[in-house]
């Protein structure tokens, strides 16, 4: 049996099928990982979110913070 001048025969057909089952397996690794990076890249995203709310949030504490301490200096040089 022949086919396009290549004699087709069971070494021939378990190398093909071979090669079909290592891309088919090597093709689902790299979607696998290309996921994972996937599903990574957007937990870190949302971390860059939530650590961008906590700074604002830290910023606005430290705002407080300091807008109380100076009121109580002036009510103490005031008090004098």
Do not use: C, T
């Amino acid at each position: 049996m022949f086919r396009d001048g290549i004699p087709l025969n069971e070494n021939f057909f378990a190398l093909k099928n071979k090669y079909k089952k290592d891309e088919f397996q090597l093709r689902e690794s790299i979607s696998n990982y290309e996921n994972g990076i996937k599903e990574m890249q957007e937990k870190n995203e949302d971390d860059k979110r939530k650590i961008q709310v906590l700074n604002e949030e830290i910023s606005q504490i430290d705002k407080e913070y300091h807008n109380i301490g100076d009121v109580s200096i002036r009510n103490i040089k005031e008090y004098k």
